[in-house]
């Protein structure tokens, strides 16, 4: 019996289709992307279930890393605040910094003070991407005769007097209780009492009150 | 393989007398282009943040010793979970630390729930005491814990000396450095 001749077919695939979704898929995520600002201080920060996303403007950041050890910054946005603030910190504590030592704070961006007013001047000498890889003592907040995070606190609530601030903790999930306890101690002296910790958001466990309340009510933000 | 078809239709007829030149295939291997795309494509994605981080809310009450401008706690409304070292998490109901229990952060959410099923609603509150050897995201997890369960009432509480003390005597007893 002769054998059906099957026709033989092309093994030839046209692959512009897939090199088009490829280079589609491509734009999209160099566009979607928004890297990350190279940060002197590393932090992970611990989730949790909110879902409000947190401010950029008018705020005043207190971060703890690992080691427990506290950085105060201003935001990006807020140049003169951050201006009025270190001016007041000089004032009060007679630095004597000079204006190219203030401007390292004021016009860099994410820069942030790490050591005790004792070594500001030689910390501001140094630019940012100088501080890489340099162990920094932090801001002292441990004892409530020498938290010099109150004072820090104080220069920017009075630098940002008429406006909200917003006052945020980013702290790194190894960091001890003890130093955020510091931390609320001199947030509590300069009466802000409302403040908001950076969290990673993440959904809230199945089969908990918070998810069949979220489900009754409808709602997805959690505030 | 891949290749693109660019040849054309065939061609307009050519005038005669003009000698046909010999055609060369305009095909490209698309397949290492395609393997770029890819390549570039999973950088991004890995790359790529996409959530943003999220704010806690967190409202402290203002230092006072007026009693009378003091929050009032029911012995029997009152539940306090201690965030330790080694992640572990200690509780007792009502006032006494010598009641202490010890849990984790899987069997701390039923202790919650419990009591506040076996409480008054309105009177209900948790007091989140993190010991010195607890880390900031046990505090946080703490805290988080209080949203998931929907609990209304809590304060975070420094912890005293009488109560830490407690929490060592369990620790040295459960072997835990």
Redesign the interface.
Known sequence: MPRAKLPRKST?????A??DV??L??SF??L?????PPEALSVT???????????ETNVMMII?DKDGKVYFSISDKNVPEKQDVIDAINTQKGLNLTAAEKKTFVNNPSSFIGVPFSQLKSFLDRQPDELKGVVLPGIPTQDSTNNELRDWVAAAVSAFQGQHLNV?V????????????GV?WA??KN?Q?????????IA??LG???EK?LKTSGSKS?? | ?????TSGGGGHKKGPGVKKSKKLSTRVD??P??DL??L??TF??F?????????????????TDKPDEQNKLKESAAFTIM?GKNDQVYYYEGLDPSKLQTATWKTI?DAI?DKKRRTNPDDFMVIIK????????????A??EM????VKRYA?V?ITPFEYGFIQKTEAANGIK
């Open positions: 030839n695939i046209d692959m512009t897939m090199c490829a280079f898929l491509l995520f160099i979607a992307t928004k890297f990350k920060t611990p989730s949790s279930v909110y879902t409000k996303i947190a401010l703890m945020e980013k702290g790194d999930d190894a960091a001890k209780y003890p130093s955020f306890s609320i947030l509590k009466d009492l409302k403040f908001q910790l950076i969290t990673s958001p809230p466990p908990s009150e918070l309340y959690v505030e | 393989m891949a290749e693109m078809d698309l397949t282009m395609v795309g890819f570039l494509i991004f994605i790359t790529t943040t996409m959530s943003q981080p999220s704010a806690m809310k967190l409202n402290l009450p203002k230092d965030p959410r729930l993190p010991d010195k050897d607890a880390t900031y995201k046990n505090t946080v997890d805290l988080d949203k998931i369960d929907e975070l420094d």
